[in-house]
């Protein structure tokens, strides 16, 4: 099955930016749907953007505008920019696939990003 691995996560201050990656192991254009995701403590993990497998993004409210989600088929890689970073931002993000539609079956082990005030 399909492993993903993240990496970027770091400690940044209020206003930076980070840009996270996503390497899967096998060809993802056209097969996968990609997502990104984070969790903060004690809060359940939400979607914050999805790359759909026809091409196209959708970002949800709290994200948009600041993060931007893309991915290089060529490398079966997904990166998320992210910009004007805020402490709330504070959490584990995780990208997932879909290959079947409907659900997110495969998850990468976290990164985690710090935002300091």
């Known amino acids: 099955q399909i492993q993903l691995v993240e990496f970027g996560g770091g400690l940044v201050r209020t206003g930076g930016s980070l840009r996270l990656s996503c390497q899967a192991s096998e060809r993802t254009a056209e097969v996968y749907h990609m997502g990104w995701f984070r969790q903060a403590p004690g809060k359940e993990r939400d979607l914050l953007a999805a790359l759909w497998r026809s091409g196209g993004i959708h970002y949800t409210s709290s994200v948009k505008g600041r993060f931007f989600a893309s991915r290089d088929n060529t490398k079966n890689t997904v990166y998320l920019q992210m910009n004007n970073l805020k402490p709330e931002d504070t959490a584990i993000y995780y990208c997932?696939?879909?290959?079947?539609?409907?659900?997110?079956?495969?998850w990468g082990q976290g990164t985690q990003v710090t935002v300091s005030s």
């Open positions: 997932a696939a879909d290959r079947a539609g409907g659900s997110w079956e495969y």
